[in-house]
């Protein structure tokens, strides 16, 4: 192993699915407040999605023996937080959060996403 090379004992060891899940946690938060009207809509759709990153990096996590399965989950990751991203518009475009809270989140999410590209990138150092 070279020096600064990162020995991972499991996916919570990664800063993706640890902002992943943090983003997650947040997204719930901030639709406490959303409309009723919105519970089997938007509510339920933006939870679904930003959930789904830290579970589909935790799955793809368990397949890396598999280095294609666990590419192919990594842009799972990166198609759920792609999703995320666009209820957090209709979010803000709705009057639901404020802009600045939209581009916090989004942000976050950008940052998501290139961890994941890099990850796809340099899927060996994570396969076995």
């Known amino acids: 192993m070279k020096q600064n090379e990162r020995v991972y004992r499991g996916y919570r060891d990664l800063k993706v699915y640890q902002m ?6 947040d997204i719930n938060e ?9 519970k089997y809509s938007l509510t339920d ?32 990751c990166a198609g759920e937080a792609g999703e995320t991203e666009v209820w957090l518009e209709f979010s803000k475009d709705f009057k639901l959060i404020n802009e600045k809270t939209y581009f916090h989140l989004i ?10 590209y890099g990850m796809i990138d340099k899927a060996p150092k994570f396969c076995y």
């Open 20 to 25: 992943a899940y943090q983003l997650a946690v």
């Open 30 to 38: 901030i639709t406490k407040k959303f409309p009723v009207e919105e």
């Open 45 to 76: 759709q933006i939870r679904r999605s930003s959930r789904s990153v830290a579970a589909n990096l935790a799955e793809a996590w368990k397949k890396r023996r598999y280095k294609k399965v666990f590419i192919s989950k990594l842009i799972d």
């Open 107 to 116: 942000t976050r999410y950008e940052e998501v996403n290139k961890m994941l």
